[in-house]
């Protein structure tokens, strides 16, 4: 464990020098990126920017065709069977190099999976460089993992990846996420969790790695070194204290992408912003999210089980005018009466927004244990009540002034599912790390914003303070 003040410790750098020149060298790469979303939080850095909620052949062909370096396509696959996202991926790979083939147009995946290390890894990457090394006739280079995500106090030092907690860095493989069911893990330095994933294929004595020093010393002829001597897929971990940091690490990448080095990143959301060279934008206000009054309540659901969320949930319940409902997740195993359960709730949600007032559904606060459970078991029954969970906005026939899910199985079933999305536009974010979509024309209910609101970040009164924007109330 490690104090925050560390962050802090290191030489600060130039930081709009190193910006001018990254955007520089972004512009001057022909590359799209395809940024594959592993559930809907990943956008919760970027603006103005496309997702996509499907991976078909027309969808990415509109992706290479915008005029922006870098679209999103959400998979969901966090929540995902082996068998689904193993289909999911290569298929995905298989469109995206047609779509280049056809084009003309070269290309690069990120693969933006979970700051705190959950998800289909190494599953996913391997999967994209086999049918990239397919299509070339020549292996991928490297892999570049950076789980860096400032917003949601997540830090890498000397290659141990760590998550803050209040003043404390605490290593990952320390935490609750480090236990998660169906992709938990024991390592915090990423050389070795890159070897306990791989099931010992790489050794951690064998992943490259960059360090803060090396970064803050805009050290880029070395860092391109390093990333050229990556081959045969071979792993690189990049450390990072801050977004500077990243802002010199894509310098040397693009060095190292324009003498023909190709890579696969496996990454969290801090990545693609520098990587895209995005520009920062301020938090949205309430008018940049919420148009003309409709007469109608908001309406939050909660699904996510972590600690983090319970405590934000809390907090929330001393927002006024606000009304809660306990949805009761745990009649998952009784097939009438979870039914009942949904109907019961969806009328009672009908009621309230038609009055105007905002109303927050929240599954059982402790996690449904079972004896003999197994993790696809427990995955499935998941998946199930995310289900559930999304047809309490899904079948709503009163249209809510906005949607707010916490938790990225729920906001990304309810993305997809019951506001039937196909194209959203990143407004931006609500709250550091909270982004906000605005619903495309073909959705459920058009044009109202979307708040995708991971489990796993922000502080206590986060959520609090977010519904308190959308509804107007003063923080």
């Keep these: 464990m490690l104090d925050a003040a560390v962050l802090d410790r290191y030489p600060q750098a130039d930081c709009r020098a190193i910006q001018a020149l990254l955007e520089e060298k972004c512009r001057e790469d022909r ?17 103005d920017v496309s997702v996509y909620t499907d991976w078909s052949y027309e969808s990415i062909k509109k992706g290479f065709e915008e005029d922006n370096k870098l679209f999103y396509i959400l998979t969901n696959s966090r929540g995902f069977t082996v068998e689904q996202t193993t289909r999911a991926h290569l298929e995905i ?12 147009i070269d290309y690069v995946i990120v693969s933006r999976g979970d700051s705190t290390l959950r998800g289909h890894y190494p599953l996913e990457t391997e999967l994209l460089a086999r049918v990239e090394e397919k299509h070339r006739g020549k292996p991928v280079d490297g892999e570049i993992i950076c789980p860096y ?34 992709f938990g893990y024991h390592a915090s330095d990423l050389r070795e969790y890159v070897e306990e994933k791989t099931g010992g294929r790489y050794k951690a004595e064998d992943v490259a790695s960059v360090s803060v020093e090396e970064l803050r010393g805009a050290d880029y002829a070395g860092i391109t070194e390093k990333l050229i001597g ?17 802002k010199v690490f894509c310098i040397a990448l693009y060095n190292a992408m324009g003498q023909g080095k190709r890579f696969m990143f496996r990454t969290a959301a801090g990545f693609v912003k520098e990587f895209g060279a995005v520009s920062e934008r301020p938090l949205l206000s309430r008018s940049q999210m919420v148009g003309d009054s409709r007469g109608t309540g908001g309406i939050i659901v909660v699904g996510s089980h972590t ?6 949930l809390e907090a ?5 005018g606000i009304e809660f409902i306990e949805f009761n997740s745990d009649l998952v195993l009784d097939e009438d009466k979870f039914r009942e359960e949904v109907e019961a709730v969806i009328r009672r949600e009908e009621e309230l927004l038609g009055r105007g007032v905002t109303v927050a559904v929240y599954t059982k606060r402790k996690l449904l244990s079972l004896d003999n459970d197994s993790p696809e078991a427990a995955l499935v029954r998941s998946v199930k009540i995310s289900d559930a969970v999304q047809s309490l906005v899904g079948r709503l026939k009163v249209t809510p002034a906005f949607v707010v899910a916490k938790g990225g199985i729920t906001s990304s079933d309810v993305g997809t599912k019951a506001l039937q999305v ?15 979509w605005k619903t495309g ?29 959308l509804m107007g109330s003063p923080r």
């Design 31 to 47: 590359h799209k990126i395809v940024v594959l979303d592993d559930d809907p939080t990943g956008v919760q850095t970027v603006h």
């Design 93 to 104: 790979g298989e469109n995206v190099a047609r779509v280049s083939e056809e084009t003309g």
């Design 149 to 182: 995500f400032k917003e949601g106090g997540r830090f890498t030092i000397d290659n141990v990846h760590y998550v803050k907690y209040g003043e404390q860095l605490v290593p990952a493989g320390e935490t609750e996420f480090a236990g998660d069911r169906t």
């Design 230 to 246: 990556l081959h045969d897929f071979g792993k690189l971990v990049v450390n990072a204290a801050d977004a500077c940091d990243l």
């Design 307 to 312: 600690k983090k969320t319970t405590s934000q």
């Design 316 to 320: 929330l319940k001393q927002v006024p």
């Design 422 to 436: 196909k194209k959203a536009t990143v407004l931006g974010q609500i709250r550091p790390g909270i982004p906000v």
């Design 441 to 469: 024309e073909e959705s459920r209910f058009p044009g109202i914003p979307y708040i995708i609101f991971p489990g796993n970040v922000g502080e206590v009164d986060t959520l609090k303070e977010a519904v308190g924007i």
